[in-house]
């Protein structure tokens, strides 16, 4: 008995890594068909909408994705100019941190240095007292001049800035050779998507034919849940972050910040990954205000008043929008951001969330695992 409950444990443990060894080699074919089916969630209730109005499916399809993607598209378009500027300071901007951070770090060695020569010559001078008799006075050794320390080296900073452009270089290069499979997984998510906007309830209603489907009514109930709560999740999500890129983007212009609409979008989409996003992107625009304002207390200002504003979203406005019905834990989404970045990289912490709700929304329909679900829900 025991032999083959050991047993069954190694075979559960050998497919669970093949399962994830499996997902991790097909993540170039699972992260496009993932990314299709949210964005066909997000559109389809629009879909089914027009449908009642007699438009067939395969227009409102076409128009309904023409619409989405043309405002990306120009806006894209709009950000190239500024996203090159800013790339082509970045070298300029880690040479001079660098250089920042080498005379902060020279300062407090000097200043140890010359308290080190201060305490000797206290020292030397308090021996010196107590040897008077011996004809011979230290003192006389220590003046008050106080001996210049020793300037550490200071690193080339031509070679430092030759290294950071090298390096920017590469990682441009490295761009570049994947822009060829970047733009055709975004031509096959649109076709995808498209697909599944037209197609997508036929090929449900194959599915439930399936004899393996007993019933088949609970089936359609959770399908159809899943649907709902996900879509509305994705749809609430979206124009939440899109208001505060828009109003980031509206400050900084107030504040005569450089770029305004390139920050308001870059924390529109970040903010799509919970916390970690928030967190990027407050280091980034403490970089870009030092940049403008130099290193002063300027700088943080762009930070602080994005701060400002995703603390209002954060705290006020998504929970009381979402609901606690919504809510998940903050340590599980931490760990599962960390998991899927881990195993599909950038694309993996975008789609972290959408996957964890699907999960839990999935496990709360078949009233299975519930331990797992109330593990994922936020208890405060």
Known sequence: MNASTGNHQSLRWLIALAALYTLYLAQSLIIPIL???FIALLISPLVKLLKSFHIPRTISSFVLLAMLVAPFSFLASELVEPAQKWAQLLPKVSVKLNQHINSISEEFANQKQQAEAEEAAKSAAAEGETEEDSGFSFFGLFSNDKPEPEKPEQQDENTVEKRIKQGGIELLVEGLSGAPMFLAQCFGCLILILFLLIYGPSVF??????????????????????QKVLSKYIATISVINFFLGAATALAFSLLDIDDPILWGVLVGLLNFVPYVG???????????????????????MPAGVFLSINL????????MVLGSKMQLNPLVIILWLFFLGWLWGIAGVLLAV???????????????????????EAKL
């Not at 599915?207 to 899943?226: G, L, M, Q, W, Y």
């Not at 209002?312 to 929970?319: A, H, N, R, Y």
């Not at 964890?356 to 994922?376: A, M, N, Q």
């Open 35 to 37: 990314f299709s089916g």
């Open 205 to 226: 209603m194959a599915i439930r034919s399936f004899p393996h489907i007993p019933d088949k009514h609970k089936f359609d109930a959770i399908v159809f849940e899943v």
């Open 278 to 300: 928030s967190l990027i992107s407050f280091t980034i625009l403490t970089l870009a205000g030092s940049v403008q304002f130099g290193f002063t207390l300027l700088a943080i």
């Open 312 to 319: 209002l979203e954060s705290q006020f406005v998504t929970p």
């Open 354 to 376: 959408p996957i964890l709700v699907s999960i839990k929304l999935t496990l709360e329909r078949l009233d299975i695992l519930s331990h797992w679900v109330t593990f994922i």
